[in-house]
């Protein structure tokens, strides 16, 4: 009877922390401009880099700071804003591709933002096509 209640008072008050923390705010969120989450790199000869740029808002209510980007392989890199994105503002990647051994035909490679983000790590993907003349 009374581990009975204990569990419910600490039910009720693992309840409490999470609507107190959820009305404190969120802290910073990484979304996608217009609601992308790839970078199209196009089609591209054998032996060239592509690069693109490519743009994320920081959709919560404190700065947001990346750290580092990280790729599934050495074909694919990224540079970031190394200052704090405020609420609010957008950023601007700038992702590169290079195809330099890379068989003909359509690829698509992940890419991962880790942050302070809320959904850190977040995911990418860049998708193309190399072509060999």
């Given amino acids: 009877m009374i581990f009975r209640k204990i569990r419910t008072l600490l039910m009720v008050a693992a309840g409490s ?3 107190i923390a959820a009305a404190a705010g969120s802290g910073p969120h990484i979304s996608f401009v ?4 790839a970078v199209n ?7 060239t880099v592509a690069t693109r740029d490519f743009r994320i808002v920081n959709t919560g209510d404190s700065a947001l700071v990346i750290s580092t980007i990280f790729s599934d392989c050495h ?8 200052e704090a994105i405020a609420p609010g503002d957008t950023a601007v990647i700038k992702v590169s591709f290079s195809s330099h051994r890379r068989l003909e035909g359509g690829f698509v490679k992940s890419m991962r933002i880790r942050s302070n983000a809320d959904n850190s790590p977040t995911r990418f993907l860049i998708q193309g096509e190399v072509i060999y003349k």
């Avoid at 217009?34 to 989450?37: C, K």
């Avoid at 790199?41 to 032996?47: A, F, L, Q, T, Y």
């Avoid at 074909?75 to 190394?82: D, E, L, M, N, V």
């Fill in 34 to 37: 217009d609601g992308h989450s």
């Fill in 75 to 82: 074909c694919s890199k990224a540079t970031f804003p190394r």
């Fill in 17 to 19: 922390v999470a609507i």
């Fill in 41 to 47: 790199m196009g089609p591209m000869e054998k032996d």
